[in-house]
């Protein structure tokens, strides 16, 4: 039996698992973290389904529009299933407003999201005249709090094991597993002294608003709103180089204010939490696999890290080709042992 260690429990972690498990259901899966939970930087994150090259420099756009298709694909389909409220997914409409026209006409996922269109100038200046172009679609938001736990009782359910402990160096692994796969992101620059990692911290406001029920985004603004169950999530920073996790009150303060010229339904809106959180950027997002001679030992390493902002909208799409590569990798390691 092959045995494949996962590395990092964030969203791109879980779903590589569940995949692995998919792809080579014989396997031994065991998912190795020194977080988990509530704990990790994906459990706060947003779950907007709007992929974008711009933040996923270095990788041709038809490779991430494959990615983005496949997650699309399985998002969609918790959507409409009878697990929606279980795994937290939803369709939901709304619109991005620009002074940009190339934000707008032809952006990534067009052809992926559903009943797309550029509004007319009419439209624009009736809906948000503070902006010169817009456009309406619906997508799917993906609410990590809900969907992580799903995942992890669908990996437990299925064989898989969990061991809490943070991994310094891949050394410690040959001879204990066949294959590592690696989703630690940001810990991949100590893990792999990768100098290609960046941290961009995140701070968001979660209001009660149950009056709005789109998503709306200002690009350009750096403002937004997305719908979840109990709150709306509204943002939001990008703050390149920056890794601390500190919410700052003048900095939600500002996200407030900013929110409110973008929709001004916000006002009055209670505000009922706040997270902070560091995301894992690396141009390009590293997704190959290597074989490794460590002390004599082989072991097989896949590398699926590195998503940023882009981490929910990717992460199925990345987790079906790591699971694959994981896969190339155990049927060699199955007929060496024949040899």
């Given at each position: 039996m092959v045995r494949i260690a996962i590395l990092g429990a964030g969203i791109v972690g879980l779903t590589t698992a569940v995949n692995v498990q998919r792809e080579i259901p014989l396997a031994s899966v065991t998912i190795i973290a020194d977080k988990f939970g509530t704990d990790t930087t994906s459990s706060g994150s947003g779950g907007f389904f709007r992929p974008t090259t711009?933040?996923?420099r270095g990788v041709q756009p038809e490779t991430v529009k494959e990615w983005a298709k496949d997650s699309w694909d399985y998002f969609f389909g918790l959507a409409m299933s009878s697990q929606s409220k279980e795994t937290g997914h939803s369709l939901v409409s709304g619109y991005i407003f620009s002074d940009e026209i190339t934000d707008v006409e032809a952006p990534l996922f067009k052809d992926i999201v559903l009943n797309f269109r550029v509004l007319s100038s009419e439209e624009q200046k009736r809906i948000n005249?503070?902006?010169k172009y817009g456009c309406f679609f619906t997508t799917i938001v993906t609410q990590?709090?809900?969907?992580?736990p799903w995942l992890m009782t669908w990996f437990k359910k299925n064989g898989g094991q969990i061991d809490m402990w943070k991994v310094n160096k891949l050394d410690e692994l040959a001879g204990r597993y066949d294959i590592v796969i690696n989703c630690t992101g940001l810990g991949s620059r100590q893990l792999l002294k990768d100098q290609a990692m960046y941290p961009a911290?995140?701070?968001?406001?979660?209001?009660?608003?149950?009056?709005i029920r789109m998503f709306v985004l200002g690009l350009?603004?750096?403002s937004y709103f997305i719908p979840h169950d109990d709150y709306i999530i509204v943002g939001g920073t990008r703050e390149k180089g920056v890794d601390d996790q500190d919410v700052v009150q003048e900095v939600q303060d500002d996200i407030l204010k900013r929110a409110a010229k973008l929709l001004p339904q916000i006002k009055g809106a209670k505000v009922v939490g706040s997270w902070s959180g560091v995301r894992p950027h690396r141009d390009p997002v590293r997704l190959e696999k290597e074989i490794r001679v460590i002390n004599g030992k082989k072991l097989g390493v896949v590398h699926n890290y590195g998503h940023g902002a882009n981490g929910v909208s990717l992460s199925w799409g990345t987790a079906i080709r790591a699971a694959k590569m994981a896969k190339e990798?155990?049927?060699?390691?199955?007929?060496?042992?024949k040899l």
């Open positions: 711009t933040l996923v005249p503070n902006f990590n709090k809900k969907f992580m911290k995140g701070q968001l406001v979660l209001v009660k608003a149950p009056w350009g603004h750096n990798i155990a049927e060699q390691v199955a007929q060496s042992a």
